[in-house]
């Protein structure tokens, strides 16, 4: 059974910076791309960033870019998400996600199977 499950979250500041970080058991993590996506209150989930499972690539929404770095230690079977100079426009709920295939590098949203529990970021004014 495939398990994701997303820490780090919490109250920040305009400016401030979290680190969140995803474990994940029951797949071969360094077969698969791994990514983040995050859902704010009354909206879609939206794509954050994405990792190869190379570590190689990354590729980022415009949105977050210069910002985010998304990275991942395949020894330890867990991915980063280092957020910086977050704005209050960045509160919402953060999930990583993974593809059921493997070698499959993609952002679409209905292309990953298995998702974490999520875990909350409010960035304060």
């Known amino acids: 059974q495939v398990q994701l499950v997303e820490s780090g979250g919490g109250l920040v500041q305009a400016g401030g910076s979290l680190r969140l970080s995803c474990a994940a058991s029951?797949?071969?993590?360094?077969?698969?791309?791994i990514a983040w996506f995050r859902q704010a209150p009354g909206k879609e989930r939206e794509f954050v960033a994405r990792?190869?499972?190379?570590?190689?690539?990354?590729y980022y929404a415009d949105s977050v870019k210069g910002r985010f770095t998304i990275s991942r230690n395949n020894a330890k079977n867990t991915a980063y998400l280092q957020m910086n100079s977050l704005k209050p426009e960045d509160t919402a709920v953060y999930y990583c996600?993974?593809?059921?295939?493997?070698?499959?590098?993609?952002?679409?949203?209905?292309?990953?199977?298995?998702w974490g529990q999520g875990t909350q970021v409010t960035v304060s004014s």
């Open positions: 996600g993974a593809p059921s295939r493997p070698y499959y590098y993609t952002s679409a949203n209905d292309k990953y199977d298995y």
């Open positions: 029951g797949l071969t993590f360094s077969s698969h791309t």
């Open positions: 990792i190869s499972w190379t570590e190689v690539s990354t």
